[in-house]
């Protein structure tokens, strides 16, 4: 009796302390969960996620794979199509399952930093942000990668675990690859604590943690481009990074989505011309200047040597 009311008291707690987002959560589950009901028309990044999990776990017998795509999601989708469920209505129930853990992240995270009010009102502006909104049904990469980066921030911050948190930020940058930008932010981080405390040995015991869990979970999918690009390239590194390297190349447009061919990416070059331009001829412009100014300067102190030897 006393444990069942100990439990009781427990729950009880936690629905007072936390009851605005659990209503947020219940509605925002609600309404999402009627789109389940819906056709969902699949886009295309959609359809190579899906079909890059068939080729997985059907050896290459099924699907297709694109090189510059993470593993993170194709690996999940894989199983769920392997498993023999529907395939599309468990995987977009799944992209809702990330959406709300990732409202949940936001919360907890901003209660632990401020309050409970700041954390709420985090969570709801974002769960009600557009783009948000109507990718939560979609399956792509963008929502579970966050939902990743936002758990190894928050297992820093309760449990001050550095090693797990760079492995879980790390499977977020198996999902999006730009998510492997958590990992400057934390070095960076880390730097500026160098920089106020003065101690070496704290940036890096700090950094070599973080940086190990980090790369350690990427081990495994380093031994998998081995093994599937090997044949592809003579160089090691090649192999091992094949799918960073040509990702990289693929994304050299600073704009990414703009068409070559179009209006848009007309305006677009013009557009970086005139900032080239800008930068160039105010550089240019301040080179001049300072020159100036150092011309004047030396002037001043030849006439003043001047005027001493006259004096």
């Known amino acids: 009796m006393k444990i069942m009311y100990v439990y009781k008291k427990r729950i009880k707690n936690f629905l007072v302390d936390n009851y605005l987002i659990l209503i947020l959560v219940l509605l925002f589950f609600l309404i999402k969960s009627a789109y389940l009901l819906k056709a969902h028309t699949i886009i295309w990044d959609e359809a190579v996620y899906m079909n890059m999990g068939k080729y997985l776990f059907s050896s ?36 809702i399952l990330f959406s709300i853990g990732t409202i949940i992240l936001v919360y907890l995270i901003g209660k632990s930093m401020v309050n409970t009010i ?10 009600t942000t557009s783009v948000f909104f109507l990718y939560t049904n979609y399956m792509l990469t963008e929502i579970p990668s966050t939902f990743f980066v936002l758990l190894g921030i928050y297992i820093y911050i309760k449990k001050n675990s550095l090693f797990l948190s760079g492995i879980i930020c790390g499977v977020g940058s198996l999902f999006r690859f730009p998510q492997g ?14 920089l106020q405390y003065k101690r070496i040995s704290f940036f890096l015991k700090k950094s070599s943690l ?42 050299s447009n600073p704009a990414e989505s703009v068409i070559t061919g179009t209006l848009g990416s007309y ?3 013009r557009f970086v011309k005139s900032v080239e331009g800008g930068l160039i001829a105010y550089i240019k412009k301040k080179i001049e200047l300072d020159e100036r100014a150092l011309s004047l300067i030396g ?13």
């Open 60 to 95: 290459g017998g099924i699907g297709f794979w694109e090189i510059v795509r993470p593993i993170g999601l194709p690996l999940i989708l894989g199983i769920i199509w392997k498993s023999g469920l529907n395939y599309i209505f468990f995987s977009e129930f799944l992209s």
């Open 118 to 127: 700041v954390g709420f009102v985090a969570s709801f502006i974002l769960s």
């Open 181 to 194: 930008l958590i990992w400057v932010s934390f070095i960076l981080a880390f730097l500026f604590l160098l």
């Open 210 to 251: 973080f940086t190990f869990g980090f790369l350690l979970i990427h081990i495994p999918f380093l031994v998998f481009n081995y093994f599937i690009y090997a044949k592809e390239t003579s160089r090691l590194h090649h192999a091992l990074l094949r799918p960073w390297l040509l990702g990289a190349w693929a994304q």
């Open 267 to 269: 305006v677009f070059k």
């Open 299 to 311: 002037e001043k102190a030849s006439i003043k040597t001047v005027q001493k030897r006259i004096i």
